[in-house]
């Protein structure tokens, strides 16, 4: 009977610790404008909890797959504010966005 009770525990455990594991497949709009802004911006999320970071150059949307127990989606918009590409809930900060290479500099929404 122990046995079954404890084999029933760490069946829960098991169970409760995957859920926590959330994996979230989304799309961010991240304002670039060459080749190198898809290095910087792929670069920039090859963090812990993201899986996979793929930005379209024509679209401007970033794919993004992500452990939701790992990294927000609010941190993922700020590390590409701070690698110097605005989004929609983020703006890249006025130094950082004058210091990309000429050829990435996109036109900035107000």
Same mark, same amino acid.
């Given at each position: 009977m122990k046995k079954v009770?404890?084999?029933l525990s760490i069946f829960i455990s098991i169970q409760l610790?995957?859920?926590?594991k959330k994996v979230i497949d989304t799309k961010i709009f991240v304002n670039g404008?060459?080749?190198?802004? @898809?290095?910087? +911006?792929e670069n920039a999320l090859d963090v812990k909890g993201i899986k996979v970071a793929d930005w379209d150059l024509e679209s401007k949307m970033c794919r993004i797959v992500y452990r939701a127990d790992l990294?927000? @989606?609010?941190? +993922?918009h700020q590390i590409l504010a701070d690698a110097g590409h605005d989004t929609k809930k983020k703006k890249a900060k006025k130094e950082v966005y004058e210091n990309l290479h000429h050829c990435c500099h996109y036109k900035r929404e107000e």
């Open positions: 009770i404890i084999l610790s995957a859920q926590t404008m060459c080749d190198m802004c @898809e290095d910087r +911006i990294i927000s @989606e609010e941190k +993922i």
